[in-house]
Nanobody, 127 residues
Framework: QVQLVESGGGLVQAGDSLRLSCVSS????????MAWFRQAPGKEREFVTL????????YYADSVEGRSTVSRDNAKNTVYLQMNSLKPEDTAIYYC????????????????????WGQGTQVTVSS
């Protein structure tokens, strides 16, 4: 059973920045694309960003494009999400997720494509 542990959330003001981290226990971490999703109260979980297994490809939701950067350090089994110019609408629980299959970065927007999920980290942005 793979465990994903997120950290780095918190309460910030609009315009601030945060860096989220997700550490994986996956022995072959470098074989899997990793994603960040978020879920606001009363809303469905939504895709934020994905990074391919070697970090060569990244994809972003329109809502965070240009304000966020996803990265990974395969030596540390860690994926990061740097979020800048935060807005109140970014308030949500942020989850990292591991793709079901290795070397696969297709259909990345669907939650069904991910086998393992972290417990989430709360990000709250005040106006």
């Amino acid at each position: 059973q793979v465990q994903l542990v997120e950290s780095g959330g918190g309460l910030v003001q609009a315009g601030d920045s945060l860096r989220l981290s997700c550490v994986s226990s996956e022995p072959t971490f470098s074989s899997y694309a990793m994603a960040w999703f978020r879920q606001a109260p009363g809303k469905e979980r939504e895709f934020v960003t994905l990074i391919s297994w070697r970090g060569r490809s990244t994809y972003y939701a329109d809502s965070v494009e240009g304000r966020s950067t996803v990265s990974r350090d395969n030596a540390k089994n860690t994926v990061y999400l740097q979020m800048n110019s935060l807005k109140p609408e970014d308030t949500a629980i942020y989850y990292c997720a591991q793709k079901e299959k290795p070397y696969d970065a297709e259909n990345y927007r669907s939650v069904l494509e991910y086998r393992y999920w972290g417990q989430g980290t709360q990000v709250t942005v005040s106006s």
